[in-house]
């Protein structure tokens, strides 16, 4: 790609040019979160865009302290953000209240890091599955119809009926976390934040989670958001991709195109470190090292905040914060998700043949 194939903007548009078919299930647009007071004040979330559309996983990818886990506590409604504006499916989630907030919850669910530690160990199977059913009476109104529901939603997930009256001490880890998912799917959620969601499981297993996922997205339509540092799980189960640094957005894109062609340094370095397996039959690329540690979210560097750590780093990226820069995504997977638009935010974006690109 030639230099005048990168343009500039003023800000990365996760929407793309040109978005089509229906509109997004959930669309955050300038969000900013911070904590504390005075000096010890951290900014969380510094003016972040994401756009998710139905039946589309979402990707989010950065090091621990880029804000993941606080995004998702602001989609999921659990925290207030202090600027910008969240809504899910054209309607802002902080504006409701009393049974329109309880019908809003029963659409935006999540599915924990530790299947474990997130599973009462003293309710068998099926009285975690049906748990959600006490506040949300109306879905399966008797106990007849609780008790058939959970069989089928343990079958959903790949478990036996028989499993229902089992504890969670008796299961796997990866048995444990389709108990997990299978409550997640018992309020007929729209949208599933997935935390980590196979962190904790071997190699093995993480890919018979990710396959029930997969399975699940396809019949279900279900939408997600999949938090996770494991690159080669994102590029596995994502359409798109958003990489956060110190709180920010700093590249957005296909999966295709952010994990083949990165405009970001910082994506570029991480792509290169993941630990990964040659299946493709391609070259691995160079591993691109990053100078010292990740700055203090209490002291965020001036102009680009990734420049401490930057090896194309130059005087005009501690001066002034950079532009955006967009690339139309070149992968064309057949779904029309509305987003082809590649998008970062850096003064000297990598080109096709450099290092990294």
Known sequence: MSDTALTGTTAPDPRGPGAAGSPPLLEVRGVTKAFGHGRRRLTAL???????????????VGESGCGKSTLARVVLGLERPDSGTVRFD???????????????????QMVFQDPFASLNARMSAADLISEPWRTHRDIVPTAKDRERRVRELLSLVGL?????HRYPGEFSGGQ????GIARALALDPDLIVCDEPVSALDLS???????????LRERLGVSYVFISHDLSVVRHVSDR???????KVIEHGRTEDVFDRPLHPYTAALMSAAPTLDVSGQALGEEIPLRGEIPSPYAIPSGCRFRTRCWKSE???????????TREGAADTGADTGDRQHAALCHF????????A
């Open 90 to 108: 054209g309607t802002d989630p902080f504006a409701l209240e009393g049974k329109e907030l309880l019908a809003w919850r029963r659409r935006v």
């Open 46 to 60: 510094d003016g972040v865009d994401v756009r998710l559309m139905r039946g589309e996983t979402l990707g989010l």
């Open 205 to 215: 297993v993480q890919a018979q989670v990710l396959n029930v996922l997969s399975e």
């Open 349 to 356: 974006p990598l080109l096709a043949g450099e290092r990294g």
């Open 160 to 164: 036996r009926e028989s499993d229902a």
């Open 315 to 325: 005087a005009r990226c501690a001066e002034t914060a950079p532009p955006a820069v």
């Open 176 to 179: 444990r976390q389709r108990i």
């Open 241 to 247: 991709v958003t990489v956060m640094y110190l709180g």
